[in-house]
């Protein structure tokens, strides 16, 4: 199995601050990584698809960027509609598998 | 409007069976893989299992291997998980989930609410 690290796990921050999760896969899995965006009680929302392709409707404040092993989500101006947890997933492999997540806190 | 829902959900003692449905609309079901995640209570996102569009093919995460089974009848625009031999750690909420359609294996555009399963006794 291919393991996806993140980090941090969690992290606190203000509105109109500039946030950047990382990713590591276990070995390359080239562009093949999606980030997702999950708020409490709902499911998961796409953000970002191969690595960097901003999934339709989601803010352009979101980017991502990376290949190979290393990964990043970057939000470039913190919206209070964004404290969240952050998923990354690696969809090189059959066998599918996420980051164990990184939540996002109000300071 | 792509909609997902999920049923079949509840208590079950360990060692027992449970069997999930997912009832679909607003997209051709039949043009597109499927998929359960599931999620534990306070932790992460966890893949479960995948069907192809047509059902021929099927991949399982090892902690499913030998225990569940996805199917799907495209006719009913419904996707099943077939769970059997179900343990404590087998509690979590099981999401139906759609991919984007063709080259977008694993990309989850679309999930559904999610059905709670409590193994316990």
């Known amino acids: 199995d291919i393991q996806m690290t993140q980090s941090p796990s969690s992290l606190s921050a203000s509105v109109g601050d500039r946030v950047t999760i990382t990713c590591r896969a276990s070995r390359s899995i080239r562009n093949y990584l999606n980030w997702y965006q999950q708020k409490p009680g709902k499911a998961p929302n796409l953000l970002i698809y191969t690595a960097s392709i901003l999934q339709s409707g989601v803010p352009s404040r979101f980017s991502g960027s990376g290949s190979g092993t290393d ?3 970057t939000i470039s101006s913190l919206q ?3 404290f969240a947890t952050y998923y990354c997933q690696q969809t090189d492999s059959t066998l599918l598998t996420f980051g164990g997540g990184t939540r996002v806190e109000i300071k | 409007e792509v909609q997902l829902v999920e049923s079949g959900g509840g208590l079950v003692q360990p060692g027992g ?12 079901f039949s043009s597109y893989e499927m998929y359960w995640v599931r999620q534990a209570a306070g932790k992460g ?5 995948s069907i192809s569009n047509n059902g021929g093919s099927t991949f399982y995460a090892d902690s ?18 077939q ?9 979590a909420v ?11 294996y694993g990309r989850f555009d679309s999930w559904g609410q ?4 409590t193994v316990s006794s």
């Open chain 1, 71 to 73: 990964f990043t989500l």
């Open chain 1, 80 to 82: 209070p509609e964004d």
């Open chain 2, 17 to 28: 069976s449970l069997r999930l449905s997912c009832s679909v609309s607003g997209f051709t």
């Open chain 2, 45 to 49: 996102l966890e893949y479960v299992s």
């Open chain 2, 64 to 81: 499913a291997k030998g225990r569940f089974t996805i199917s799907r009848d495209n006719s009913q625009n419904t996707l099943f998980l």
């Open chain 2, 83 to 91: 769970m059997s031999s179900l343990r404590t750690e087998d509690t």
């Open chain 2, 94 to 104: 099981y999401f139906c989930v759609k991919d984007s359609g063709y080259s977008a």
């Open chain 2, 114 to 117: 999610g059905a709670l399963v």
